[in-house]
C-alpha cells in the first residue's frame, strides 16, 4: 500500500502521517522533517521538501491495516 500527500505551503516544518480506525484516536506512523526516506518496521515514508510531497508505504498489508491514512503538515 502506498499513498502520496502533496503541500503547498512554503512554511514547512515538518510532515505527519496519521492512521485513523473508526472510534480510535489517531495514532502517529510517522514524524519527518527533514528530506529522504525513514523506516520503521512495516512503515517507511520519503520526503520531498523540493518537489513539495510525501510518500507513505505500509509494507505487508494485513487486514488489521484498514483505516484512513492522512498527512498533516506544520
Not at 7 to 14: Q, V
Not at 22 to 31: D, I, M, N, R, V
Not at 41 to 48: A, C, D, E, M, P
Amino acid at each position: 500500500f502506498h499513498s502520496t500527500c502533496a503541500y503547498h505551503t512554503n512554511n514547512f516544518n515538518a510532515m505527519f502521517w496519521y492512521q485513523l480506525r473508526k472510534g480510535q484516536a489517531p495514532q502517529l506512523l510517522s514524524y519527518q522533517a527533514g528530506t529522504g526516506p525513514k523506516h520503521s518496521g512495516r512503515i517507511s515514508t520519503h520526503l520531498n521538501t523540493t518537489g513539495k510531497y510525501s510518500v507513505l508505504r505500509l509494507e505487508e498489508v494485513e487486514v488489521s491495516d484498514s483505516a484512513l491514512y492522512i498527512c498533516a503538515v506544520q
